[in-house]
């Protein structure tokens, strides 16, 4: 059955912009992290957000979101375990990033993609890649001066798709832009070394890629 419950696995900007956010559109938001009780303390009760383990969070609703480290992800899901993911829509917002030499690349990718390793993990979840595009800034009623574009995702389960796409139009996105099954993952998470270039030439972090035709 679905519900209005959703688990946030990351207390980043990721974490706190979605859990905040999510809130504010009336979900129960339970953000899940290493340190709860270090968490608890700094999130503003005010925010309707509760605070968790990565286990926690992840059994709270029927909607999870992945949004740790790029090189903490399989980790982390490993450890709350498949069976807590079972059945569940995993929204994984997460990019396999590497910043240590001083510019910004994928650890990996061309043909694999952090999307594909942990739909691989949860072979009884649905993930939709989706959010990992844009910045944090613009993940919840997003304001683009030339018009807001669909939200690229992509998964192998067209159901779980369309419920992404309801939650994107909830929060205030026109809509999805559907580039296929979970090896599209790939392209979506090389666009962000780009989307970073992109965002130092124009001086901004809350651009966002689109087709035009
Ligand atoms: N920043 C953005 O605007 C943006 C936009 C799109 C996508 N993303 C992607 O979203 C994800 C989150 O990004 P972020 O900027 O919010 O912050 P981040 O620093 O990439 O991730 C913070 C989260 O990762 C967890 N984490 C870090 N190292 C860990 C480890 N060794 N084991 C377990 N958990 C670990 C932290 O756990 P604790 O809570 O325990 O500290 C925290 O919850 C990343 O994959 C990023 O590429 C970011």
Redesign the pocket.
């Known amino acids: 059955m679905e519900t209005r419950r959703i688990g946030i696995?990351?207390?980043?900007?990721?974490?706190q912009a979605l859990g905040r956010g999510f809130a504010r559109h009336g979900w129960d938001v339970k953000l899940g992290?290493?340190?709860p009780d270090e968490?608890r303390t700094s999130m503003d009760e005010g925010d309707g957000v509760s605070v968790g383990t990565f286990a926690e969070a992840t059994t709270h609703g029927d909607v999870v979101v992945l949004?740790?480290?790029?090189d903490?992800?399989e980790?982390?899901v490993e450890m709350v375990g498949a069976a807590n993911f079972a059945e569940k829509l995993v929204l994984d917002?997460?990019?396999p990033?590497d910043f240590s030499s001083g510019d910004v690349h994928l650890s990996f990718g061309g043909t694999d993609s952090l999307g594909e390793r942990i739909q691989a993990k949860l072979p009884d979840a649905s993930v939709v890649k989706c959010?990992?595009?844009?910045?944090?800034?613009q993940m919840i009623d997003p304001e683009f001066e030339a018009g807001t574009p669909p939200m690229f995702i992509c998964g192998n389960d067209d159901e779980a798709k369309a419920r992404t796409e309801e939650i994107l139009v909830e929060l205030g996105w026109p809509g999805a832009m559907d580039v296929g099954d979970i090896t599209a993952a790939r392209y979506l998470e090389a666009l962000?070394p780009l989307w970073v270039r992109v965002g130092s030439n124009l001086r901004t972090?809350k651009h966002a890629f689109t087709a035009v035709q």
């Open positions: 696995l990351g207390s980043g900007d990721v974490g992290t290493r340190r968490l949004a740790v480290r790029g903490a992800a980790a982390v917002a997460t990019n990033l959010f990992n595009t844009v910045s944090n800034i962000v972090w």
